[in-house]
């Protein structure tokens, strides 16, 4: 696969172009219909009695353990298959999951095709951006990023608009025309994987991560992690929390998933502007503050205008915090492409290893409080509160240094 032109802010030549629809629906289906078309999924299958209220949720959970098994293995697979065969593979599993959970033969069937959903899903968010991105001018990889992150927001409001028009022809019905839409694009990205090794160009010579740089990419997998943790409920519970836990019913619930997503839709946009003006280190610091808020909304109030509130910045923030963390691995590490790519592996296994923890907690908790809604939201508020700590810490820290590399006689 050849490059585009190496003039700044040239056009994308038409194999760039390919490789950008790809990384979009390879995110699209792997995690933005896999995972996100589940949750207004939710309330549909207690009412239809598929599965109770407690095994619906920690199917969600299982979810994010094939996420987590996902994120580990990606790389181990794309070694052995190659990127290219390794992309298509995973999507045709998860092609394949749509499908199988169109028939609910036992709550253990549904979990092994919930598990693989969510390892496809992991294996693409680790190797889609880092397969294309080395093919791709460096003055417009800022741009293909965000094109493969949109993905999931389209996801979002894809599940949004669709599940509530397909479930009027039944739950079957549902899941085997997401399984319809997920095999069109995996044959639209089918070609546009790139193959063979990225230019040697942009295989510039490892460089030593410095101790201070190793402590700071530490910390962002914590705040990253507790990130996930505090993100959790929002993904798998906002609209049961609407339509069951409020009362408000599931029309009014997949209406405010459509928001979440169209918030989504935008997120990558909006952050990347925030990170041009501010840095990557800051605008996560923003990001986290305004989660903060959004949580400490659920907990607080049900006024249906402070709930869209929450809900758009949840939407905003959902990809927005994947765009930032890896735009923090690559002002953290400028010069070295292979150190990136092993950081935000690193990072997406955080991410996904307490998604997973928390996923079966809140799950837990949920069975176990008969749906204290407030408990977990307040859960969730303490966990960002913990990571914005970690966020400020890392700041003090890098101003010490700073301050140390400028007075050297202090």
């Not at 298509?88 to 693989?116: E, K």
Request: charged share 10%; proline share 4%; glycine share 10%.
């Amino acid at each position: 696969m050849s490059t585009s032109s190496n003039t700044p802010d040239a056009p994308l030549d038409r194999a760039a172009w390919l490789a950008t629809v790809a990384g979009l629906s390879g995110s699209l289906v792997g995690i933005g219909l896999s995972r996100f078309a589940y949750t207004p999924l939710i309330p549909p299958l207690i009412e239809a009695h598929w599965f109770s209220a407690a095994d619906a949720v920690s199917l969600g959970a299982t979810n994010f353990a094939g996420y987590l098994a996902g994120a580990l293995l990606g790389r181990a697979m794309a070694r052995r298959l190659g990127n290219r065969t390794a992309l298509r593979l995973m999507m045709l599993v998860a092609t394949a999951t749509f499908f199988a959970c169109a028939f609910p033969l036992s709550l253990g069937w549904y979990s092994v095709w919930r598990f693989l959903s969510g390892l496809s899903g992991g294996a693409i968010m680790v190797l889609a951006a880092t397969t294309i991105l080395p093919h791709i001018q460096p003055t417009r990889r800022g741009f293909v990023s965000g094109m493969v992150f949109l993905g999931l927001g389209l996801g979002i409001a894809a599940s949004g608009t669709l599940v509530p028009e397909l479930l009027h022809y039944g739950l079957r019905a549902t899941w085997i025309g997401l399984g319809v839409l997920a095999f069109v694009l995996t044959a639209v990205s089918w070609f546009g994987w790139p193959s063979g090794n990225p230019p040697q160009a942009d295989a510039a010579a490892p460089v030593a991560i410095a101790s201070r740089e190793k402590i700071s990419l530490r910390l962002l997998y914590v705040q990253y992690a507790a990130n996930a943790l505090g993100i959790v409920p929002a993904m798998v519970l906002l609209v049961n929390y609407i339509a069951l836990g409020l009362g408000w019913g599931s029309t009014l619930g997949a209406r405010f998933w459509v928001l979440y997503g169209l918030a989504a839709i935008a997120g990558p946009v909006l952050n990347g502007s925030v990170v041009d003006r501010l840095g990557a280190a800051r605008a996560y610091r923003v990001g986290l503050i305004a989660q903060i808020a959004a949580t400490g909304i659920m907990v607080a109030t049900a006024n249906v205008f402070a709930l869209s509130l929450a809900t758009i910045i949840f939407g905003i923030f959902t990809p927005g915090m994947v765009t930032l963390a890896l735009g923090r691995i690559h002002e953290i590490l400028p010069h070295d492409h292979n150190a990136q790519r092993a950081a935000w592996s690193n990072a997406t296994t955080a991410f996904a290893l307490f998604q997973m923890l928390g996923g079966y907690f809140y799950a837990w908790l949920f069975a176990h409080t008969e749906g204290d809604y407030t408990l977990i939201f307040l859960i969730a508020t303490a966990s960002m509160v913990f990571a914005l700590m970690v966020n400020l810490a890392d700041a003090w820290r890098e101003r010490r240094g700073e301050q140390a590399v400028a007075n050297p006689a202090d």
